[in-house]
T-cell receptor, first 119, second 109 residues
Framework: GAVVSQHPSWVICKSGTSVKIECRSLDFQATTMFWYRQFPKQSLMLMATSNEGSKATYEQGVEKDKFLINHASLTLSTLTVTSAHPEDSSFYIC???????????????FGPGTRLTVT | GQNIDQPTEMTATEGAIVQINCTYQTSGFNGLFWYQQHAGEAPTFLSYNVLDGLEEKGRFSSFLSRSKGYSYLLLKELQMKDSASYLCAAMDSNYQLIWGAGTKLIIKP
């Protein structure tokens, strides 16, 4: 299957600072990338969907000015949490779908996730 | 509206069989996914059904009935490592995944 990496795996930052999380598709062209957030013992919550070269589409209730998403290439998307607060502490997971060796697929391949703690 | 329902938690015994059910209501339908998620880790893909019937893959099988808006994931010969959450997700007409809340499966010796 396709491989998606995320960096960093975990990050601790102070309240008010910004944090950037990278999501890379290593062996396929990710035409669409998804960003999810998951709080402990809860299900995945889709934050936004981004198509390469286009502005991200944010889900209702997700502040686009706080969670900046960039998807400038077919292999890289970034999520920047601006002016982070303790309530932003969560597990952030990206996923990607697109074209690989087997052709185009709508299956989402998940990155390993980034655990953000804001102190 | 769009909705996915699956049980919150199930318990089964090592070596046994367990069936996790999922019902869905979506605007259009482009397939049903099952993912496995261990605590603290990202989901991993298990299966995809877009046609009615049973798809078997080793110890795991997934079934779909489009007319009933119903799917199940069948796990055979349960192992302790199968303890995880199992997420059901239906793809709507816009190719967006609508996620269930997940079923936490507890395996007892």
């Amino acid at each position: 299957g396709a491989v998606v990496s995320q960096h960093p795996s975990w990050v601790i930052c102070k309240s008010g600072t910004s944090v950037k999380i990278e999501c890379r598709s290593l062996d396929f062209q990710a035409t669409t990338m998804f960003w999810y957030r998951q709080f402990p013992k809860q299900s995945l919550m889709l934050m936004a969907t981004s198509n390469e070269g286009s502005k991200a589409t944010y889900e209702q209730g997700v502040e686009k000015d706080k969670f900046l998403i960039n998807h400038a290439s077919l292999t890289l998307s970034t999520l920047t949490v601006t002016s982070a607060h303790p309530e932003d502490s969560s597990f952030y997971i990206c996923s990607a779908s697109g074209s690989g060796a087997g052709g185009f697929s709508y299956e989402q391949y998940f990155g390993p996730g980034t655990r953000l703690t804001v102190t | 509206g769009q909705n996915i329902d699956q049980p919150t938690e199930m318990t089964a015994t090592e070596g046994a069989i367990v069936q996790i059910n999922c019902t869905y209501q979506t605007s259009g339908f482009n397939g049903l996914f099952w993912y496995q998620q261990h605590a603290g880790e990202a989901p991993t893909f298990l299966s995809y059904n877009v046609l009615d019937g049973l798809e078997e893959k080793g110890r795991f099988s997934s079934f779909l009935s489009r007319s009933k808006g119903y799917s199940y994931l069948l796990l055979k010969e349960l192992q302790m490592k199968d303890s995880a959450s199992y997420l059901c997700a239906a793809m709507d007409s816009n190719y967006q995944l609508i996620w269930g809340a997940g079923t936490k499966l507890i395996i007892k010796p």
